[in-house]
């Protein structure tokens, strides 16, 4: 008996994913209860991720917060807040190469080195969310770029609904 909700799928189908994403939007409207706007909501939250870590200078507050275990959710909040603050050019930020002092400094030093390897200070995927408006009807947009080499970036998926 299936434990998730993958139970409410139909005898004897599957999740499509095998392995590897073709489409986010797709994969997670495959997801019973994932409607198209929970989805759009749970975007901003969602990351491409290389080498299983997240930009400290793009991730949203709650996904700093979430990175941070092992404490209340109050001080949580507080040490993704510092963060955020930290990242701030008038508070020196963007967090740069050494990125693993910048956060001991800003931080508990043991909340720092809990989270610095999962973290790093640039990336090279980055998704953008836009809204389209063609005539009559709107549209969203997400694509999916990926930097090359001082050449303007290639696009690795692009989708509108």
């Known amino acids: 008996q299936a434990q998730g909700c993958e139970g409410e799928l139909p005898t004897g189908?599957?999740?499509?994913?095998?392995?590897s994403m073709e489409s986010l939007t797709s994969e997670l409207g495959s997801?019973?209860?994932?409607?198209?706007s929970r989805i759009q909501d749970l975007l901003p939250f969602v990351s491409l991720r290389s080498k299983d870590s997240i930009n400290i200078n793009a991730a949203p507050e709650q996904v700093l917060q979430a990175l941070i275990q092992g404490?209340?959710?109050?001080?949580?909040?507080?040490?993704?807040?510092?963060?955020?603050?930290?990242?701030?050019?008038?508070?020196?930020?963007?967090?740069?190469?050494?990125?693993?002092s910048q956060i001991t400094a800003c931080i508990d030093p043991n909340v720092a080195t809990l989270i610095k390897p999962k973290l790093v200070a640039q990336g090279d995927i980055f998704s953008i969310i836009a809204k389209v408006d063609y005539g009559l009807n709107t549209f969203m947009a997400s694509a999916?770029?990926?930097?090359?080499?001082g050449r303007l970036p290639t696009i690795e998926n692009f989708l509108m609904y």
Do not use: V
């Not at 997801?31 to 198209?36: L, N, Q, S």
């Not at 959710?73 to 993704?80: G, H, M, N, Y």
């Not at 999916?144 to 080499?149: D, G, I």
């Open 71 to 100: 404490l209340d959710p109050s001080a949580s909040a507080d040490q993704a807040g510092k963060l955020i603050a930290c990242r701030d050019p008038a508070n020196g930020g963007p967090f740069n190469q050494n990125y693993g």
């Open 144 to 149: 999916t770029l990926k930097a090359s080499n």
């Open 31 to 36: 997801i019973p209860g994932f409607t198209p």
């Open 13 to 19: 189908e599957e999740f499509r994913n095998d392995g």
